[in-house]
């Protein structure tokens, strides 16, 4: 059992709390039993577990047993220290990121893609992962300025999609987007004025574009949109909060591309 | 300017912080600039605002004082003392709860009702209440045990939506759906095997029950439903986030019930 703080896993384990620590190692962490149950079974690669002296969820020890991954525990005052949420559950794993292309994108005959265009707060960004991999969506472009895909936070939003659903992180868009608009009908989720989401054309490759929470969609990723896009609203509210107008735009393509595809 | 937290008015706010309080007094309070302003037009019942003695949003301070409503200056240190935000914006008003008597919603011809059964968290039902709002509906039925409507993260949450949507709080559920049902169409959403929601049967009079995050809606009030309703989910994620659910249901609801009605 590991008791100090000053142990070289531990400290590992704290420099990932912050993005620059997670781009250095390529590595990030995930909090919980459940989640990390989801990594074992999706075959993600686990480095190792750490779990506090006092965890008691022996399904889950056992698992980590059976499958030869290794793991320590460590007082529950170190594990307090390292973990991200307020009320630890007591274990944690080390896990390597997925390092991927956006250009394998290009391979795709059929596809639904969600692009996030500087899309900021984690609790959206891990709510809009989950919710596209609900809806049959194939890929996440996550562009440049968009909150990290490993950010505990946005994990915890995401639930177990971040084991399904590719994420392509950190992916400069206007370039992308020009490169995509080829092969893929490109849409941009505005909050009035586009052509309702539940009429707008949608193609083999449907993409659609989510802008950040304050500024919408910037100009030069607008540019390579073929169509904006609006949810009908018949009532009094001005807007939609980010996180469930994106998942209403999902659904709506989802329903209809899903019935010719 | 009041400098003493034993002012009397002071010590009426803090205790509005908790459901004890506000039934007590059937006062509540809101924080923050843009939502004041948005009571203020809504022509609530606005009892006294306090601000910060560093408040300095003079555009608010002229509406309050051309609308001659009661205000006072307290010191920052007392004002971030009664405020419920981690960063206040330094200004606070107190009004007064609307009383509501859930048989007035017999009276409607035509409605689109939500109905929240015990759904526990404040963000969740603020954010229905919004999206309630902007599909048009007609009113918010919240049963027993759901947040408090004046709790203020629901406030935050709904935004300005909490002055236009009538919001019924507090209703016996299985009593008042057994009354509702012989007048309005009763569909309960449950996460997976019900009519899928873009193929259930709407009435003119429609209602849609919407169960706790983690235990659903509850039998007795599951019992005074017409049809179960599903959000197709063609993808892998098991769930959905609460109140991205309910956003899409009621988009797709009020998508189609707006195309006849």
Redesign the interface.
Known sequence: MIISDGNPRIKLVRSLASSHGRKKSGLYFIEGAKLIEEAIKANEDILFIVYSSDFGDSTLLKLIIDRDIDNFSVLPDVFVNIADTATPQGVLAVLKQQQRDWHEIMMLEHCLLLVLDAVQDPGNVG?MI????????SAVIAGRGTADQYNPKVLR?A???SF??PVYNDVPLPEALTELMERVSVLAAVPRGGIDI?EAPLADRTAIIIGNEARGISDKVMDNAAYTVS???????????A??AA??IM??I??RW?STN
Chains 1, 2 share one sequence.
């Not at 009908?232 to 509210?237: I, S, V």
């Open positions: 709510t989950r919710t596209a991999d609900a809806m049959g969506f939003a639930m177990g999609s399904h659903m539940d949810i009908g609203m018949p009532g009094r509210a001005e807007s939609l909060n996180s469930i998942g209403i659904y709506e989802s329903r899903y």
